[in-house]
């Protein structure tokens, strides 16, 4: 599932037109880079949720035909936030774990590797399993502590979740649909039960939240094409 329901507030105005998975770097769409990715590894089927201008991913992405895959959509009257977009979509994901991607982050991470993890979720054990990366300046103090590969609420040092994980649908039982849901709580309980995993990815990655990363993004993939 590619998360693509934000308003993209720090992005305005470019989002003031455009939905801000549409905004292109290095020549194509945001969540085209996201697509292609995920297609190369082994992913044919994506659900995307959208709100904010929604009706313009759709028609430009369409069916998936054009990208070797097969797209299906959560449309959100209000974005829902994390877990309760997720949970809307679970009609789309089925029953086994899978992997998010949140639609505004750049990653090289090895997206096989992510999906052979996820097949080790249980409805009985690991909930979820997140992608963490060292904390970028926007974000200095990190969101939880990785050791030996369990996450932890609390300790140090920190670390950044990258907004790649992947998810048993257990997690989300609890959220009614159409509910507005906070992935952070759902996770931090998991994680207290000693049900969530995590690795550290130390290649790229950037949050593309802002117009000056978004042109970073852009001048990188000009220049190396990935």
Request: net charge negative.
């Amino acid at each position: 599932m590619i998360l693509a329901a934000g308003r993209g507030e720090r992005m305005r105005p470019l989002t003031d037109a455009c939905p801000k998975p549409l905004l292109q770097a290095g020549g194509k769409p945001l969540i085209v880079w996201h697509i292609e990715r995920l297609r190369d590894a082994g992913f044919t089927d994506i659900a995307i949720n959208h709100a904010h201008l929604g009706a313009m991913i759709e028609a430009a992405l369409g069916d998936g035909g054009a990208f070797g895959v097969r797209l299906r959509y959560s449309p959100e009257a209000e974005a829902l936030e994390t877990a309760g977009g997720i949970r809307q979509a679970l009609p789309l994901l089925g029953d086994a774990p899978f992997l998010v991607v949140n639609g505004d982050v750049f990653c090289d991470a090895e997206l096989a590797a992510l999906r052979a993890t996820g097949e080790g979720l249980t409805a009985d054990g690991d909930l979820a399993h997140l992608l963490m990366v060292p904390n970028p300046e926007h974000h200095p103090g990190g969101d939880f502590h990785l050791a030996d590969g369990r996450l932890h609420r609390d300790g140090e040092p920190r670390l950044t979740f990258s907004g790649l994980g992947v998810y048993h649908p257990a997690l989300f039982a609890g959220i009614a649909p159409d509910t507005r849901a906070a992935l952070g709580p759902l996770l931090r309980e998991a994680m207290d039960a000693g049900r969530a995993s995590g690795a550290l990815h130390a290649g790229y990655w950037l949050d593309v939240g802002t117009p000056a990363r978004l042109a970073e993004l852009d001048a990188r993939l000009r220049r190396t094409g990935t």
